[in-house]
Structure formats: structure tokens, C-alpha cells
């Protein structure tokens, strides 16, 4: 399987649209630039830089970064995550566990957009859970479900495949 480097595409922030690698590079090589021109000073660098990509990107339209927000909430929730991958063919398949329960999975034949589609679903689900009320360990959220739902579910997620 092709590295994203060799493909020359890279995923950008939290979003799933792949952008040039060569775009990243110029904008390096720019920043690098205006670094020796400032005599590399790094405040001044900056300056200069928030100015050129201020037009471009604000705060308010980057992408958040779901894998690291996950991490934060779970950290701040005191919540332990697990998150394993593994492949069937060329396909990455992410799963996102919290305390021991299955909440985010993704695919993609590239790992990281894999992972932050995993990270994007565990937090539709946490969200979801919230907005419900639902103040509930997840392990005893899981742990109501249904025989039947478990089976009918394993049975879609194997028919995927």
C-alpha cells in the first residue's frame, strides 16, 4: 500500500479532503522564508505570518482536530480510550473504545483518514449520549442492550465485509 507521501496527498486538520502534500510544502517553505528574514525571530515570524494566512484560515473555519479533542475529553471525563486498527485487504479499520466499550469505527485505505472517521463517530456517539441526558457509565449503557441487538449488529458490521 502507497504511503501518503508517495501518493503526494495528505489529509488536512480533521477533514477527510485530501490536499496537495505540495501545497503543505510551499506553505513551509514560505514560513521558513519569513523565519530567515526575521533574523529567527519567532514572535516577529508570527506577525508577519498571521498576516499572510489570516485571509485564508481564521480559528473559525480550521477543522478540529477530532482525534485530539477525543483524547481531551476523555482525559478531562477521567474516561480511559483505546483505539485499535486493523486491515482486511487494502482497507484500514479503526475502532474507538472508551472504558472498554465499542463507540467509533472507521474505514479508509488510508490509516489516518480511517482514524479520524473513528474518532469523528465516537464523537457523534458521546455527543448524542449527552444531548440525551444520559449521564450513564458507558459499560452499563452497552450492557442494556438487547442479545438480539448485539447479534443483529454483528451480523450488519460482518455483512459489510
Given at each position: 500500500?502507497?504511503?501518503?507521501?508517495e501518493v503526494g496527498w495528505a489529509p488536512y486538520g480533521g477533514s477527510t479532503v485530501k490536499v496537495p502534500k505540495m501545497l503543505a510544502?510551499?506553505?513551509?517553505?514560505?514560513a521558513a522564508a519569513i523565519y530567515v528574514d526575521c533574523n529567527f525571530d519567532l514572535e516577529l515570524?508570527?506577525?508577519?505570518?498571521?498576516?499572510?494566512?489570516e485571509p485564508i484560515i481564521t480559528s473559525e473555519n480550521m477543522d478540529e482536530q477530532p482525534v485530539?479533542?477525543?483524547y481531551e475529553l476523555c482525559h478531562k471525563q477521567g474516561r480511559s480510550i483505546e483505539i485499535k486498527n486493523w486491515k482486511r485487504g487494502f482497507v484500514n479499520n479503526i475502532s474507538v473504545f472508551i472504558?472498554?466499550?465499542l463507540m467509533g469505527i472507521g474505514c479508509s485505505e488510508q490509516r489516518s483518514i480511517a482514524k479520524l472517521n473513528a474518532a469523528r463517530d465516537a464523537l457523534q456517539k458521546l455527543s448524542a449520549?449527552?444531548?440525551?441526558?444520559?449521564?450513564?457509565?458507558?459499560?452499563?449503557?452497552?450492557?442494556?442492550?438487547?442479545a438480539e441487538e448485539k447479534d443483529?449488529?454483528?451480523q450488519k458490521l460482518n455483512q459489510e465485509w
Open positions: 500500500m502507497e504511503r501518503e507521501e510544502d510551499i506553505v513551509e517553505s514560505i515570524l508570527w506577525k508577519v505570518f498571521r498576516g499572510i494566512l485530539t479533542t477525543l472504558d472498554g466499550d449520549l449527552e444531548e440525551a441526558g444520559m449521564e450513564v457509565e458507558l459499560s452499563s449503557a452497552a450492557a442494556n442492550g438487547t443483529g449488529s454483528k
